[in-house]
């Protein structure tokens, strides 16, 4: 029976954890910021009265969910110097992942928004509130409440997503795993690793996402 090289493994802990820290996390944490401003304009948009807008709007969503994110990714970062548009391996991902996030968390907080009761509107309007102070002010602080859920589960996703990067080059958790895998040779050990440190990222997010639920229960009448 093949022993575990277990002084490979601790060895290699180190460089697999700093390109979490340095590269997975940072690459999740600013993709998931950009897209939700993405999200939420979309989300506007396919609300809006205007046709023209909506159906921008809707291709949008419709091309980004059609399509597999690994295709988004090598079209941004290989198709996009055929057209003398070049773009370096970190920042193509953080556009590819933006975009992406973009498409899938619009619909979410569209959901969100159409889920708050109409006579809030109404309410908000009575008072003399304009359609966008009413929006901000009234609509989507509630709308935020129900969108914390899928939201999260979205940002689980995209961590695990990250892992796509490597095939760009960009330096993160499971591209030192490549490395290392290849300079040891032993693969089966140094990719569980990488599938440890990623379910024990997930994990830690997926309790905080609990324990953010349970805070805006608090404020939710019963």
């Known amino acids: 029976m093949i022993q575990p ?7 290699s802990l180190w460089p697999l954890l700093d390109g979490a820290v340095r590269g997975t996390i940072p690459l999740a944490l600013t993709s998931f ?16 009265a205007k046709r023209w807008l909506s ?10 969910r059609g ?14 110097p055929s057209i003398g548009v070049t773009i370096e391996p970190w920042p193509s991902a ?6 992406n996030v973009g498409g899938y968390a619009a619909e979410v907080i569209r959901a969100a928004i159409l889920s708050v009761p109409k006579g809030q509107w109404e309410a908000a309007y009575m008072i003399g509130m304009s ?31 990250t892992s796509l990067a490597s095939l760009i080059l960009v330096t993160e958790l499971f591209r030192e795993a490549q490395q ?11 990719y569980l690793e990488a599938a440890l440190i990623y379910w024990v990222i997930c994990l830690v997010l997926s309790t905080g996402q609990g324990f953010l639920e349970k805070r805006l229960d608090r404020y939710v009448a019963r």
Do not use: C
């Open 67 to 80: 399509t597999p994110l690994l295709v988004q990714l090598f079209v941004i970062f290989y198709g996009l």
């Open 94 to 99: 953080v556009v590819a992942f933006s975009i």
């Open 33 to 48: 910021a950009i897209g939700l401003v993405l999200a939420l304009a979309l989300a506007l948009m396919r609300l809006s």
């Open 5 to 11: 090289d277990w002084e490979l493994f601790f060895s």
């Open 180 to 190: 290392i895998a290849a300079f040891s040779t032993e693969f089966m050990l140094i």
């Open 131 to 161: 359609h966008r102070r009413a929006l901000t002010r009234i609509i989507l602080p509630q709308a935020a409440r129900v969108s914390v859920p899928p939201l999260s589960n979205t940002f689980i996703s995209l961590v695990k997503d």
């Open 55 to 64: 159906g921008i709007a809707r291709g949008y969503i419709s091309i980004v």
